[in-house]
């Protein structure tokens, strides 16, 4: 069946950084849109970046852009959330999620995602 293995959350203070992977098997990786997600207590999952099937495009949110960088190697089926200058807000737990539209144009939306991780916790000290 289909898995998505979060790793790499934990704690970091304001300004640092962290690096969020995500494993995923028992699929085509390389014929999937790929997403990172985030949700924090008491409030919806929201989008935070999405990257298409080859990796040529990447779309992220207004409050990460600059910040965060999405990436995927098709070869290791693997994507990445690279997250530097952190800050407090960004406190959450942070879900990857994969889409079998094979589209250049990878979803925002969260309910266009097939398959989702357990999440992995992110926290961010002031």
């Known amino acids: 069946q289909v898995q998505l293995v979060e790793s790499g959350g934990g704690l970091v203070q304001a300004g640092g950084s962290l690096r969020l992977s995500c494993a995923a098997s028992?699929?085509?990786?390389?014929?999937?849109?790929m997403g990172w997600f985030r949700q924090a207590p008491g409030k919806e999952r929201e989008f935070v970046a999405a990257?298409?099937?080859?990796?040529?495009?990447?779309y992220y949110a207004d409050s990460v852009k600059g910040r965060f960088t999405i990436s995927r190697d098709n070869a290791k089926n693997t994507v990445y959330l690279q997250m530097n200058s952190l800050k407090p807000e960004d406190t959450a737990v942070y879900y990857c999620?994969?889409?079998?539209?094979?589209?250049?144009?990878?979803?925002?939306?969260?309910?266009?995602?097939?398959?989702w991780g357990q999440g992995t916790q992110v926290t961010v000290s002031s």
């Open positions: 990257i298409d099937w080859i990796g040529s495009n990447t």
């Open positions: 028992g699929l085509t990786f390389s014929r999937y849109s």
């Open positions: 999620a994969a889409d079998r539209t094979f589209s250049s144009h990878p979803s925002l939306n969260r309910s266009q995602y097939d398959y």
